[in-house]
């Protein structure tokens, strides 16, 4: 069916980058011998010799239109590369028909003749698939089989071509593992932001963050892209060439992660002598040490180097002054679920215990003294606590690293003060206990002074004959 004349120009305006008048001329070439096709529709039969349709450089055409004469120098409407805005078939009927061109006479080893005439026939009948349309022995003769196996085999290269590649899915890697796509080669225009190595297959190494390929198969076997030549008053053409082809996106997924280590001090017990400095933890992958952290002088939460999914060994390899070593081994494993999975390590002071017994001593007779109280201060002078006797006169402390000096501040009254003393913590298995005894203080008693009195020598000795005659009389 032609096109009037106005939807032409409507085509033309609208779809104008990709359309254009052309004056490529036409001409009907040499009849191809021995080949014979009837074409059939509302009951009116069309018989021909086959023939080449050929234009001005020598380069076959295809007909598109079963039905309508073909004339010689006529003006056409160009539609190259992009079909879309010819409207005369259906987007299904123009990739077919572009994709039979494409592998139809010419096509690799399909350079006979009789290929010119299976693609002609295979494209009137994608056109007019309930006209009846076939081959006859001679000019409008008996109805024959032919070429059943060559037509075959175009369209079964017609329909692999559209079809998703196999190994076109998506990807799921480990963190700097290696990426092989078999089967995707240079037959295909890749564009990636990876660096790829390409023979018969695709690789890329050490794939380290998600991504995308986009592929589309190449389409270069012709110097040319398709085209179709659109008339108002003859037969429209096409011309094979190189088509577009559909673009394929892979995605690549990267299995990573990281391990966060929340690496904390102890803040339990008392200490200024102790240094965070140096802590250090490594994480192994098998028997490879793969990242490391120390701190500083403060806590610190660190997040590893990115690590594929797996499992994992935490262990310290030094730890600083006044700590205990951790001698745990710490198992983690990085997957789906926990990408990060998160480890808190506590590192532990040496610490140890001052315990005094407190006895109040009253000449011999000791008990224990309750509410004594003790100044613990540390080698800077610095107070630390106070602590105080019960009533079974146990005083007790816990203490970090480090060295500290003890003096009673407060204890029974007219009773001794136990004498300062000093004590160092450098493990958790030496024992810090006193034993304090405080004594009674005996109070002093004051003499009143005499007074002093006058007396006379015969005032003394009336004072003896009086009691000498006392006794006497007795």
Not at 60 to 79: D, H, Q, R
Not at 172 to 184: F, K
Not at 261 to 273: F, G, K, P, Q
Not at 388 to 412: C, D, F, R, T
């Amino acid at each position: 069916m032609k096109k009037i004349l106005l939807l032409i120009i409507i085509g033309i305006l609208f779809y104008g980058v990709n359309v254009k008048a052309d004056s490529e001329t036409f001409y009907e070439g040499e009849y191809i011998n021995g080949e014979y096709i009837n074409k059939k529709i509302d009951g009116k039969t069309y018989y021909m010799t086959m023939q080449f349709i050929r234009d001005s450089k020598g380069d076959i055409v295809y007909c598109l239109e079963p039905f309508v004469s073909f004339e010689n120098g006529k003006t056409y409407i160009k539609y190259e590369g992009n079909l879309a805005g010819y409207k005369d078939l259906t987007i299904e009927q123009k990739r077919n028909i572009e994709l039979i061109v494409y592998y139809g006479f010419g096509y690799n080893k399909r350079v006979d003749n009789k290929w010119y005439v299976i693609t002609q026939y295979l494209i009137w009948k994608e056109i007019k698939p309930d006209a009846d349309i076939y081959f006859t022995d001679k000019l409008n003769g008996t109805r024959i089989k032919k070429y059943e196996e060559e037509m075959n085999s175009i369209l079964n290269d017609v329909k692999k071509h559209d079809m998703k590649p196999t190994f076109v899915k998506d990807y799921v890697v480990n963190y700097n593992d290696n990426l092989i796509i078999e089967g995707l080669n240079s037959n295909y225009e890749i564009v990636t932001d990876y660096n790829y190595e390409l023979s018969t297959n695709f690789k890329v190494d050490n794939i380290k963050n998600d991504g995308i390929i986009k592929i589309k198969e190449k389409a270069n076997y012709y110097k040319n892209k398709v085209a179709i030549y659109d008339s108002t008053n003859s037969q429209d053409l096409i011309r094979p060439g190189n088509i577009e082809n559909k673009e394929y996106i892979i995605k690549v997924g990267v299995n990573k992660g990281s391990i966060i280590l929340d690496i904390r001090d102890d803040n339990s017990v008392y200490t200024i002598e102790s240094s965070f400095r140096n802590t250090c933890y490594e994480i192994k992958s098998s028997d490879d040490v793969i990242d490391k952290v120390c701190t500083a002088e403060e806590p610190l939460v660190y997040k590893t180097v990115i690590l594929p999914y797996g499992e994992y060994e935490v262990y310290q390899t030094s730890y600083g002054i006044g700590y205990k070593k951790d001698e745990k081994i710490y198992k983690v494993k990085i997957d789906e679920k926990n990408n990060e999975p998160k480890l808190i390590l506590y590192n532990q002071l040496i610490k140890n215990d001052l315990d005094i017994i407190k006895y109040a001593c009253y000449y011999d007779d000791c008990i224990f003294e309750e509410g004594a109280v003790f100044r613990i201060t540390d080698r800077d002078g610095n107070i630390v606590d106070d602590i105080i006797s019960g009533e079974n006169g146990y005083a007790n402390i816990v203490l970090g690293y480090g060295s500290y000096k003890v003096a009673q501040v407060k204890g029974l009254d007219n009773y001794t003060f136990s004498s300062p003393f000093e004590f160092k913590i450098v493990d958790e298995i030496a024992e810090h206990k006193k034993e304090l005894y405080n004594y009674y203080i005996e109070e002093e008693v004051e003499v009143p002074p005499q007074t002093k009195v006058d007396v006379s020598f015969w005032d003394l000795l009336v004072e003896l004959f009086s009691c000498i005659f006392a006794i006497f009389s007795f």
